[in-house]
DNA sequence: TCGGAAACGTTACTTTATACCACCGGGCCG
DNA sequence: CGGCCCGGTGGTATAAAGTAACGTTTCCGA
């Protein structure tokens, strides 16, 4: 599965889906800056790929388009690109599909945590708010005397476009 | 990294291990049974693998282990084993480790679902009764119109015994 | 006992991810 | 000013995880 793939979302005028994504790898740009990591040109090439997706997409498609456009790339290259959005918190991993999505949600960088919703059709994620599950986790470890450091909750699923019975 | 994984348990008499093995193994049957599947041996040796490990192990280790003890396997083989024992629920896959381990709940197979603590250190996994994550995930899918069909919710940190400070 | 489905074997392959090493460019220290 | 360190990049190779396709065997029920 290298190409192909239901758009998350009905059509939309280009230009504006332009002007969305310019506003996208501005805020990501943002972020870099907030934590003295360097938004290189690498890594804004990978970032625009994704977010020009509107969903989850893979390291090796990501490679595909960027080769599609002319930029030819080491799939090694395309990880540490994915390495630093990861770590100034602009795209998010998700874990059951080996696949990378842009963040959507500011507030993820100040304090609160989202859960994933990923439609197995489209692709599309949604990021919901995770409404106390964090604490909870945080309490059932305690109580299990471990010590979290990473958490996932990934729920896969339908989304309301994808779900049977909405041609 | 295919070989050394510390153990999560200290040391134990092999002797009782491997009562223990034999009983994890015939539970694995009954389960086997109850749901009308075959309990081959070929799911019977891989089941014993993961099960003797305690802690969670590559399809490739299985593989691996298996082939030292002179079942050379094919990497599906030991695939299309391991989805079967998931599909009697008497594994768990682990998403953020690609990585599977033995059921030790009995309860999970008659509704209840436990979130997964994984230690980074050790590789064991424990089981912990999930106190409503699920069904505040159902609540969360149903406000944002998502048909939820998989969840899972993963920890990823230290076990008590693997904690810095407690050698 | 025979016919179909389920399980298994074999080969080849795809997809995902990392190791290793060389190089380059910019900032900083002497 | 020169040398050096360091983060980022490029390239090659390879590890690790998972699957497709197809033929053969085994099991079980009619």
Redo the contacts with the bound molecule.
């Keep these: 599965?290298?190409e192909a793939q239901a758009k998350p979302n009905g059509p939309m005028p280009s230009a504006q889906m332009e002007r969305k994504l310019a506003k996208a790898v501005e805020r990501a740009q943002q972020a870099f800056m907030e934590k003295n990591?360097?938004f290189?040109?690498?890594?804004q090439d990978v970032f625009a790929e994704i977010a020009a997706t509107h969903a989850s997409i893979?390291?090796?498609?990501i490679l595909a388009r960027l080769a599609e456009k002319g930029t030819?790339?080491?799939?090694?290259?395309?990880?540490?690109?994915?390495?630093?959005l990861l770590e100034a918190g602009v795209i998010h991993?998700l874990e059951s599909?080996?696949?990378?999505f842009a963040c959507r949600r500011i507030e993820h960088r100040t304090g609160r945590r989202p859960i994933f919703l990923a439609c197995e059709n489209c692709n599309g994620v949604q990021e919901v708010d995770s409404d106390g599950i964090f604490e909870t986790i945080d309490r059932l470890s305690a109580a299990a005397s471990f010590q979290p450091r990473v958490k996932f909750v990934e729920v896969s699923g339908l989304c309301e476009a994808c779900r049977p019975g909405k041609d």
Tied chains: 1, 2.
């Design positions: 599965m290298t990591l360097r290189t040109q690498l890594r893979g390291a090796y498609d030819r790339l080491a799939p090694i290259s395309v990880y540490r690109a994915i390495d630093a991993r599909k080996n696949a990378f």
